[in-house]
């Protein structure tokens, strides 16, 4: 058992290791230094976690938005350890008993005929599981000029070496060129800001996917694989597209003999307040990418999930899809992964994420009311999004040398939330146990924290 | 078969729902496949049906101490129940532990750990922090990466196209990503460049991939990746020079070397990580695989700190983030499972039970002209089988030698798969020499009746 440590030169040596021997997400070693070490959390329930200082904070962010389940559910470590005492590990080729539960329940739940599950480790994995069984497809169909594939501005899919230079934009990523050919870029459906001046979210919705049949033919369809799209952006700050978008898209989608592949890594199971995102548009896509809430994170696995008219291209030895993953299918995670799901819907946390969500919405857009800074209220179930700005009218963001969001995550910090700002923005995403009385006091935390920014930066 | 049982639901159900690695469902229910693993220990698993197989491939090579540690159960529910997650913008107790130890064992000045969750993430984690540390420098020109023909790095969208292998064509996933360079595979048996003695062939490769870089322009190539010992093609040894000259080879043109030691580390070859043979330390090492034994997902990229001081201060961080990475379940299964290869000296055994098997094999060599080669080190072993010694020819297609071992390996209770006529090894490492003498008998009496199948004697 790695034992937690309670004195204080004990603490300040665990810090000093991190500091040295490990590689932290979106901070340097010497900054985090500066700022007396990385902060060490111990203990979890709901939607709040402890430090190993002793102090509660408030998980609003819900662990990069896959703590679906909330902190400190034992059952999913009962299953857990139940299933790697019996069996820890054994590769594909041969199967468990877990993996194959885990595929028939996503099956039962997905969209439409979604029903092969191609298991994986993480949501890059299996968007990239998605882009090669896309190329693949088509190449099994004798088209092989189709390899191009169409994503969205501001959209992420992941960070290897192929779904890295997916969606986003800006200098992000330049550090890591030459970027994999065939990358096309389509506008995010995103109504604040739409690319086209849509005023309304079906205009601006119209409009983009108007703009996604443009670039098919400009590229010319025979060139183009797939289109790979989140149901609702968590990284252009949980923008949800007018109702026109999805249903447009999926007809584009088979006009061209385009596939189409849903990433539901964030949006899947319940954080919109459906099980799937797509089910609020009732479409369904050829591929559909899981992972995050599918376990909560309590371990580590996604899945590629494929309509039998996709997957039955690769049936027959002679075609073979060639992919392995050493972890690909673990039987421990699949345990996990059904003990969480389980859970999800006895508590019916989906139910509770489509109704605490919108509780949280209203009382984020009473706070839009009182705080000027607040550009934009947005999102769907518990994907929500607060856009940032210096001036309403001008709708123009902060930039990195303002600090602005230096300084509102100090207060974030202050108020015992974890709540990540950028100088766009702020992501919503707690747990989907979240009750509302726990909602008003994040409210409260944000507001108080929102008015000492607005003072120091006279936001008016 | 009993079509009520439970085990014949979960086989048709599986063929039904789930998408398996290297088979597809129709020629796996042709086959009455695929089993349903129940349980295992050491070296051996349990089906569905309760028969009992060897697992001569450990796992795809990853599982160093064997099935049946509870120890790693209690450990990884100790730590769920506590703190089952947390992304790595905070982190946890056993995730900095491990990558303490990480430092520790890891040779020189490797000293920090980006932690992902299987070896391809760790490659692709490499190939970024390698890429972005020239930028850093301002050396802006560099992207390219040297690998070597016959490795494999992982399977995602950046390294599915390093290394490569006949028998895994990736043409399915074209175009591939751009600046990949290939170098020659330093197998002495099929010396590319005529060597003839693992030294003389070594010496070759290392001398090809300076004249890849030269002719390439040094000034644009970021990285050379490569496994210690590379596996798809049978693990070929290189020789003593090949490792040193590697490493002069990359100080000399400013390349970053990067160690793929997904499956030699955590003591497969006989070493804690293989680069020991030849005292050579990487500027980056990935691991995998035997870091966990597979019990759950776990891998990392281990960066020496010249490399990683190049992302200190607020500007300079490394852009790259993993929901999973550092999570701490599988950090403190690691950390089990580490200190159970210490504990029961698994590397030793590694060393000595694989000496003992190679020397098995190479008996078998003696009596089986279908042997063409036996190679390897530790208990990464590898048979290449041929239809002529002189020649070193395969075997027609029409022949189906793979099929034919395949069935026979399962008639005699081995879990031993291959794609082709090289046999990879790579059993826990907790196997004994009586287990050795098992699988070896095994191998014994199904070449001998290939051989005949085959009209070879």
Avoid at chain 1, 134 to 143: D, E, P, Q, T
Avoid at chain 2, 235 to 257: A, F, K, N, Q, T
Avoid at chain 2, 274 to 288: C, F, K, L, N, Q
Wanted: aromatic content about 8%; some cysteine; charged content about 20%.
């Amino acid at each position: 058992m790695v034992e937690v440590p309670k004195l204080a030169e004990e603490i300040s040596e665990l810090r000093h290791s991190a500091l040295n021997h490990l590689w932290m997400h979106n901070r340097d070693w010497v900054k985090t230094g500066e700022a007396g070490g990385p902060d060490i959390v111990v203990d979890g329930n709901g939607i709040n976690v402890t430090d190993i200082d002793g102090k509660t904070w408030i998980d609003v962010n819900g662990g990069y938005s896959s703590v679906n389940s909330g902190y400190g559910r034992k059952e999913i470590a009962d299953a857990a350890r139940a299933q790697m005492e019996q069996m820890q590990y054994f590769p594909q080729g041969t199967t468990t008993a877990p993996l194959v539960k885990l595929a028939e329940k996503i099956a039962s739940l997905a969209p439409g005929d979604l029903q092969r599950s191609w298991p994986v480790s993480g949501g890059s994995e299996a968007n990239e599981t998605a882009l090669k069984i896309a190329k693949s497809y088509h190449k099994r169909l004798g088209n092989n000029g189709r390899y191009k594939i169409i994503s969205r501005k501001g959209s992420y899919h992941g960070a290897t070496g192929g779904v890295m230079w997916l969606g986003g934009g800006g200098s992000s990523r330049s550090d890591y060129e030459p970027a994999v050919p065939g990358m096309v870029y389509a506008p995010q459906p995103n109504r604040y800001r739409c690319e086209f001046d849509g005023q309304t979210d079906e205009e601006c919705a119209i409009l983009c996917a108007e703009a996604v049949e443009s670039l098919i033919l400009f590229h010319g369809p025979e060139t183009i694989a797939a289109f790979i799209a989140e149901p609702v952006s968590a990284s252009s700050l949980a923008a949800v597209p007018g109702n026109p978008y999805w249903p447009m898209i999926r007809d584009i989608c088979d006009k061209y003999g385009i596939l189409l592949i849903a990433d539901e890594v964030i949006t899947g199971f319940g954080r919109t307040g459906k099980m799937f995102a797509l089910e609020h548009w009732g479409i369904v896509p050829d591929i559909m990418t899981v992972a995050k809430g599918i376990t909560s994170s309590y371990l580590p696995l996604a899945a590629t999930v494929s309509t039998n008219r996709i997957s039955d291209v690769f049936a027959g030895e002679q075609n073979l899809f060639r992919q392995a993953l050493t972890f690909g299918g673990h039987p421990v995670c699949a345990a996990s992964a059904l003990a969480n799901i389980e859970i999800i819907e006895s508590e019916k946390l989906v139910n509770n994420a489509a109704s605490t969500g919108l509780y949280l919405m209203n009382k984020l857009k009473e706070l839009r009311e009182k705080h000027p800074i607040i550009g934009d209220v947005r999102g769907l179930g518990l994907l929500l999004g607060l856009e940032l700005v210096k001036n309403r009218d001008t709708k123009e963001n902060f930039t990195p040398e303002s600090g602005m969001s230096n300084r509102l995550n100090q207060e974030f910090r202050s108020n015992g939330l974890i709540l990540f700002a950028t100088d766009k923005g702020v992501s919503l995403s707690p747990p989907l146990c979240i009750n509302p009385s726990e909602v008003d006091v994040i409210i409260e935390g944000i507001h108080k924290s929102l008015s000492n920014v607005e003072k120091e930066f006279s936001i008016v | 078969m009993v079509l009520t049982n439970e085990g014949e639901q979960l086989r048709r159900k599986s063929l039904e729902f789930l998408w398996m690695q290297n088979r597809d469902w129709v020629s796996m229910a042709e086959e009455g496949d695929p089993l349903i693993i129940e349980g295992g220990k050491g070296l051996r698993v349990t089906d569905s049906q309760g028969n009992s197989w060897i697992d001569v491939n450990g796992g795809y090579n990853s599982v160093n101490i064997g099935y049946g540690r509870t120890e790693i159960a209690s450990a990884a529910y100790d730590q769920m129940v506590r703190m089952p997650y947390f992304p790595q913008s905070t982190t946890t107790v056993p995730t900095i532990q491990l990558a303490k130890k990480l430092a520790e064992i890891t040779p020189g000045d490797l000293s920090r750990s980006f932690p992902v969750s299987g070896g391809s993430e760790a490659n692709e984690t490499a190939l970024k922090i390698a890429r972005a540390y020239h930028r850093r420098r301002n050396d802006n020109k560099r992207y390219k990466v040297v690998s070597r023909k016959g490795s494999y790095h992982g399977t995602t969208g950046g390294v599915l196209w390093l290394g490569s292998n006949p028998a895994s064509p990736r043409g399915d996933f074209e175009p591939e990503y751009p600046g990949m360079l290939y170098g020659p595979q330093p197998n002495s048996y099929r010396c590319e460049l005529g060597g003839t003695t693992p030294s003389e062939c070594a010496y070759r490769c290392a001398k090809a991939i300076e004249q890849l870089i030269l002719d390439n322009d040094p000034d644009t190539i970021a990285a050379l990746i490569a496994e210690p010992i590379a596996v798809p093609l049978g693990s070929p040894v290189p020789g003593e020079e090949y490792w040193p000259m590697l490493r002069d080879i990359c100080d000399r043109y400013g390349i970053v070397l990067i160690a793929d030691e997904v499956i030699c580390g955590f003591g497969r070859t006989g070493k804690m990580f293989a680069s020991e043979h030849w005292g050579v330390v990487p500027d980056i090492m990935t691991v995998a695989k035997g870091i966990i034994s597979s019990y759950l997902p776990l891998a990392a990229t281990v960066v020496s700190e010249r490399i990683a001081s190049q992302f200190a201060g607020e500007e300079n961080y490394l852009r790259h983030v993993f929901t999973s990475s550092g999570h701490p379940v599988s950090a403190a299964a690691a950390l089990k499972n580490i200190e159970i290869i210490e504990k029961e000296n698994l590397v030793d055994n590694a060393a000595r039970v694989g000496e003992y098997f190679k020397n098995q094999l190479m008996e078998l060599k003696e009596n089986h002209k279908i042997i063409g080669d036996v190679r390897g080190l530790g208990l990464l072993l590898s048979i290449e089988l041929v239809s002529d010694r002189r020649t070193k020819m395969g075997f027609p297609k029409e022949l189906k030698v793979a099929e034919r071992l395949n069935q026979k390996f399962r008639e005699n209770g081995l879990i031993f798969r291959v794609g082709s006529e090289i046999l990879n090894i790579g059993p826990p490492l907790c196997i004994t020499t009586s287990e050795v003498d098992e699988i070896v008998s095994v191998l014994d009496r199904s070449l001998g009746e290939l051989s005949t199948e085959v009209h070879l004697k």
